[in-house]
C-alpha cells in the first residue's frame, strides 16, 4: 500500500510567482487536506476536498485554490506569492472526511525570495 | 473545536513511561480527541484517537478523564524514535475533517 506522495520536495520561488504544489492521496482514500505549516507552529488548515468539491476551508485568501481529480489526487495553488507563503506545504489523506485518522504525506518546503 | 492546551515542552528517560497530558475544558459530548506526533523532517503522524472509554493500541494508551475536560497519552516504553512534537486536538463529529493544530508538546527522550 502506497502512502500519501508529495512533489516536489522543495522549492523556491519569487515573491508575486504563482506556485502549483502536488498530493497523490493513500490507495482507498477519496479526500485530501491541506496544511501550511510555519517554521516553529502548528499545521494551519487550508482546505478540503472531498469527491473532487471543496469540502470545507480555513481562513487562507482566494489566491490559495485547489483541484482534486478523479483518481483523488490533489493540487495545491497559490498565486501572487508573498514572502509570507514560505512554510512546509502538507497534504494528508482519508478514506472519508469527519473526524476520522488522517494520513499525512512528508510535505513540500516552499522558499519564496 | 474545542482549544486545548498543553505543556510546551517535556523530558523522559529511555525506556521509561512518559505521561503527556492535555486539556480541554471547552470540549463538547460529540467531540473526539486525537492525538498526533511529528517527528523532525516529517509529516504529523496518527498515534490515537477516543471519545469517552480509554483506548489502546500498538503506539500508545490514551487515558480520557470521565469529565472529558483533559485527557493524558501515555507512551509505555519511551524510545529514542519517539522524541517528537505531540499534538492534541479536540475534533468535532459534525466538522469536515478539519484538524486545529496548537502549538504541541514537544517530547525529549534522553538515553
Known amino acids: 500500500e502506497t502512502g500519501v506522495t508529495q512533489s516536489p520536495t522543495h522549492l523556491i520561488k519569487t515573491r508575486g510567482q504563482q506556485v502549483t504544489l502536488r498530493c497523490s492521496s493513500q490507495?482507498?482514500?477519496?479526500?485530501v487536506s491541506w496544511y501550511q505549516q510555519a517554521l516553529g507552529q502548528g499545521p494551519q488548515f487550508i482546505f478540503q476536498y472531498y469527491r473532487e468539491e471543496e469540502n470545507g476551508r480555513g481562513n487562507f485568501p482566494p489566491r490559495f485554490s485547489g483541484l482534486q481529480f478523479p483518481n483523488y489526487s490533489s493540487e495545491l495553488n497559490v498565486n501572487a506569492l508573498e514572502l509570507d507563503d514560505s512554510a512546509l506545504y502538507l497534504c494528508?489523506?482519508?478514506?472519508?472526511?469527519?473526524?476520522?485518522?488522517?494520513?499525512f504525506g512528508p510535505g513540500t518546503r516552499l522558499t519564496v525570495l | 473545536d474545542a482549544k486545548t492546551t498543553q505543556p510546551n515542552s517535556m523530558e523522559s528517560n529511555e525506556e521509561e513511561p512518559v505521561h503527556l497530558p492535555c486539556n480541554h475544558s471547552t470540549i463538547s459530548g460529540t467531540d473526539y480527541i486525537h492525538w498526533y506526533r511529528q517527528l523532525p523532517s516529517q509529516g504529523p503522524e496518527y498515534v490515537i484517537h477516543g471519545l469517552t472509554s480509554n483506548v489502546n493500541n500498538r503506539m500508545a494508551s490514551l487515558a480520557i478523564a470521565e469529565d472529558r475536560k483533559s485527557s493524558t497519552l501515555i507512551l509505555h516504553r519511551a524510545t529514542l524514535r519517539d522524541a517528537a512534537v505531540y499534538y492534541c486536538i479536540s475534533h468535532g463529529s459534525g466538522n469536515t475533517g478539519k484538524l486545529i493544530f496548537g502549538q504541541g508538546t514537544t517530547l525529549q527522550v534522553k538515553p
Open positions: 494528508a489523506s482519508s478514506p472519508r472526511t469527519g473526524p476520522r485518522e488522517q494520513f
Open positions: 490507495s482507498g482514500h477519496n479526500t
